[in-house]
């Protein structure tokens, strides 16, 4: 006569018991594993101590800046940027360039994209861009600021760039993070300056946010 083996409660709420110190363990196991990896990459940035990219006017020249009526502007900017990498153990992926002109708070070309590219350890490179701007609405009050300008006897834009950059050490690249770049150009302006083109100084740093 054969036996039959029934399991008593006890019996299951040890079985259950088991298998939550199982979950238990691989959760201790998993979280334990994470941020040994958190550490080390935090580890390893603070070694590495990335600085951000370097940004610095080459060339920037104004062709044209005139009100097609009292509330529509026709522009025309070429810039040329030097970007440089300053790490030594970091290379950088920029995406996503986008790049325009703006005139006290006004944004007086369109965008201008750039493609993306590769800046290796302590590489420069030329950033080339022609700003225009057809028929764009601006405040009423944008001739006389310019005129304004003009009697002063200096014209000043801010040249922005913006996109997304990545870092890449060895075979690793990491997440993106938003670049913001903004350079001051200032260019003499007066009645005795021809009408075009007004020209920027070179080398003028430009403020970089990361």
Same mark, same amino acid.
């Given at each position: ?44 940035? +603070?070694?590495?101590? /990335? =600085?951000?990219?370097?940004f610095s006017i !080459?060339?920037?020249?104004?062709? %044209? *800046?005139? &009100? ?51 800046q290796g350890h ?13 028929? +764009?609405?601006?405040? /009423? =009050? ?5 005129? !304004?300008?003009?009697?002063?006897? %200096? *014209?000043? &834009? ?39 083109p007004l020209t ?11």
């Amino acid at each position: 006569m054969s036996q039959v083996f029934i399991k008593s409660p006890k019996h299951c709420a040890q079985k259950g018991l088991n298998v939550n110190k199982l979950y238990k363990k691989l959760f201790f196991a998993f979280s334990t594993l994470f941020t040994s990896i958190l550490s080390l990459i935090l580890i390893i940035w +603070l070694i590495l101590r /990335p =600085s951000k990219p370097e940004f610095s006017i !080459r060339e920037a020249g104004v062709y %044209q *800046l005139s &009100l097609s009526d009292p509330h529509l502007l026709n522009s025309s900017v070429q810039l040329t940027l030097l970007a440089k990498n300053p790490n030594q153990k970091l290379g950088i992926y920029y995406d996503e360039l986008q790049v325009y002109a703006a005139y006290k708070g006004q944004q007086i070309t369109t965008y201008t994209s750039l493609p993306p590219f590769y800046q290796g350890h302590q590489d420069s490179n030329l950033l080339t861009a022609s700003l225009v701007g057809r028929g +764009l609405p601006v405040a /009423p =009050s944008f001739g006389y600021e310019v005129g !304004r300008d003009q009697t002063a006897g %200096q *014209l000043v &834009l801010n040249l922005k760039v913006n996109g997304r950059l990545r870092w890449k050490v060895g075979t690793w690249v990491s997440g993106s993070y938003r670049l913001n770049v903004n350079c001051v150009a200032a260019m003499a302006f007066g009645p005795a300056i021809p009408t075009g083109p007004l020209t920027s100084k070179q080398g003028i740093q430009c403020a970089t946010t990361v």
